[in-house]
């Protein structure tokens, strides 16, 4: 058999498994895993771990927010900074707001990425203004053009919907094999918080963090978890950041929800106590939920080693600290007003590699897993994506176990113009990443040029063997016969 490109001598790292084999690539795909393989073009991975690229399924690039603003990254920056972060594929989000069009809304973000992106893509759809029209023509022909997650929030003025509207949402993704999302946090414990925050004039952007109680989580998760049973939809919670989150997440799935869940590197890394600087300073770390303390931390990474955790997502949300981003409002503005989010698509996998794998908190399979087969998986990519197979897209990520690095706003390639983990000293690195067979990065060096990536069209959700929850409110045998699920 002729190839294209062998990765030869490395150690192969699947979510189940780690053995010695060559790699071969032919036509953009994985032909062959074996001994002995040769061609022209050899990359030497003697040493090296090779593991299916990073899926990076939680970011905000080229999106506006409600309010305006626009995040620093476009497709072209935003995929750079992912790919030198080892990642080979991502999925932002394409953002309905009120009064837009589904179609409309992913035209727009068609418009921007075309002929943008480094890394293959696609978009989670945000449903934020539910119509008829939406529910019932508009979001099936977006699953038909292959978009099958949507995301909803709990939070967020202009964002938010109603716990009627989330029921239509979840039905229509369940009837379509639609995954959904959600931002789950109460919006009225955040604005009562905030209310008597300013009127004690607590401005500074610090107070964000006391503004979202650890019980606006906990209260908004629970909520959403019992709507998903209500109509036996799949629902993954996003960014969870407390214990008492992660617990429910844990308990549902151990009852047979069609429940998951998702942290991110900021919840396992940083603490409020990190945002308490002088100035404008700390809204560098403002993001949504906000950050906690170290005690969560460690009950956070209890839930990644149970399982609890399906991914550890970056929530990419890069705002710059100046008039185009978090100062848009001047020096001295209140918390109320500065942008939510901070960037990390460069240093999620960097930083989960050196602190999880390297501290013995996860083993190299569970990396793998974390960081690409499960997002894969959830999102309809698997396995053309996610895994080391036979006819597989040969995205690829070599990774130098023993080499160190310390993340800087220098190395991170995004437009942000600065890293929350700046300074951090990390071991284990990639050193060369593949899209299709094609090198994107390799040692220091962006080989792809815009344009590369393509769009993915993905396949329905799998619930996997969860046995679900039956609502006897729903159930013929207990309701009368009604016929009324959804």
Sequence with gaps: MRFDTVIKGGTCVTASEMFAADIGVSGGRIAALGEGLNCEDVIDARGKLVMPGGIEAHAHIAQNSATGGMTADDYTSGSISAAFGGNSCIIPFAAQHRGMGVTETLDLYDSRAIGASVLDYSYHLIVSDP?????????????????????????????????????????????????????????????????????CGLTAPKYHALSHPALAEEEAI???????????????????????????????????????????????????????????????????????????????????????????SSDHSPYRMDETGKLAHGEGAPFTVIANGMPGIGARLPMLFSEGVGKGRITLPEFVALSSTNAARLYGLLPQKGTLTVGADADIAIWDPDKRGRICVDNQHDNAGYSPFEGWEVQGLPITVLSRGKRVVDQGALLARAGHGQFLVRAKFDAGGRMGYLAPELDPAQNFGADIAP
């Design 222 to 312: 629970h909520r959403a978890i019992c709507l998903a049973k209500l109509v036996d939809a799949p629902l993954l919670i996003v960014h969870v950041s407390t214990p008492e989150g992660a617990a429910l997440v844990q308990s549902a799935r151990a009852q047979g929800a069609k429940i998951y869940g998702e942290t991110c590197p900021q919840y396992l890394f940083l603490t409020r106590d990190d945002m308490d600087k002088p100035g404008m300073e700390g809204a560098a770390l403002m993001c949504s939920p906000p950050l906690r303390d170290a005690a969560t931390q460690d009950v956070l990474w209890q839930h990644i080693q149970s399982g609890t955790f399906d991914v550890v």
């Design 131 to 199: 119509t008829e029209k939406v529910l019932a023509e508009e979001l099936p022909a977006a699953f038909l053009r292959g978009i099958t997650s949507f995301k909803l929030f709990m939070t967020y003025d202009k964002m938010l919907v109603n716990d009627a509207q989330f029921l239509d949402v979840l039905s229509v993704a369940k009837t379509h094999g639609a995954l959904t999302m959600v931002h789950a946090e109460n919006a009225g414990m955040i604005k009562w918080m905030t209310d008597r925050l300013l009127a």
